[in-house]
């Protein structure tokens, strides 16, 4: 079993930047792709941006190329997130996941652990 928790969310200005982290325990990271999503009130979760075991292969939902960087650090078992240029739209609950396949995938029921989210509010 696979634990995670993310932490880094808050509150921010439009245009600026946070930066969440994912720390993993209970299972072999560097054998899963990592991904973020997001749920903001009122909609279904939504992939931000994944990446493979190795770190090799990433991606990103349109919305977040160029603003966001995925990015893992293997030896401390944890996940970030970049998010630079935030909008009021970026506001949502993230949520950092763990798929056991070595697939890039993005699909959150393709997803087999979940944290327990944080929140990011952006203020225009």
């Known amino acids: 079993q696979v634990q995670l928790v993310e932490s880094g969310g808050g509150l921010v200005q439009a245009g600026g930047s946070l930066r969440l982290s994912c720390a993993a325990s209970?299972?072999?990271?560097?054998?899963?792709?990592m991904g973020w999503f997001r749920q903001a009130p009122g909609k279904e979760r939504d992939v931000v941006a994944a990446?493979?075991?190795?770190?090799?292969?990433?991606y990103y939902v349109d919305s977040a190329k160029g603003r966001f960087t995925i990015s893992r650090d293997n030896a401390k078992n944890t996940v970030y997130l970049q998010m630079n240029s935030l909008k009021p739209e970026d506001t949502a609950v993230y949520y950092c996941a763990a798929d056991r396949s070595f697939i890039l995938r993005w699909a959150p029921d393709e997803y087999d652990y979940w944290g327990q989210g944080t929140q990011v509010t952006v203020s225009s």
């Open positions: 209970g299972g072999t990271f560097n054998r899963y792709t």
């Open positions: 990446i493979t075991g190795s770190g090799g292969i990433t």
